[in-house]
């Protein structure tokens, strides 16, 4: 699993907050049960992500990052679980916002 942390501006946008903080799985790790509604976004950079969002709620279920086949990442939010670890891979912090500190033993990208 690759907890990571997203500070793009497009990520800011999706869920209304100054980043987003998914899990990434092998795709046989993960089993979706119920419908989703598919939304396409081309990314900053690279070729993207297909979303999927609950049809009833609105929420983002999961996301399948189109430059990496057969991975899976889930917002971590959907685990509702305060315990989950600490994000490991924090990206964009050039478009971070100026109060986030993501934890110093991250791996850190610009």
């Avoid at 869920?15 to 799985?25: D, E, K």
């Avoid at 092998?26 to 969002?53: C, I, K, N």
Wanted: proline share 13%; hydrophobic share 35%.
């Amino acid at each position: 699993m690759r907890n990571s942390i997203c500070h793009c501006l497009a990520c800011q946008r999706r869920t209304g907050g100054p980043f987003s903080q998914q899990a990434r799985f092998a795709r046989e790790q993960v089993s979706v049960t119920g419908g989703s509604t598919p939304f396409l976004r081309v990314g900053d950079e690279g070729p993207g992500a297909r979303f999927h969002f609950c049809p009833h709620c609105g929420v983002t279920v999961y996301y399948e990052p189109l430059g990496l086949p057969g991975f899976v990442s889930i917002p971590v939010g959907a685990f509702a679980d305060p315990g989950f670890p600490a994000p490991t891979v924090s990206v964009y912090e050039d478009r971070m916002h100026a109060w986030v500190v993501p934890p110093p033993d991250a791996e850190h990208y610009p």
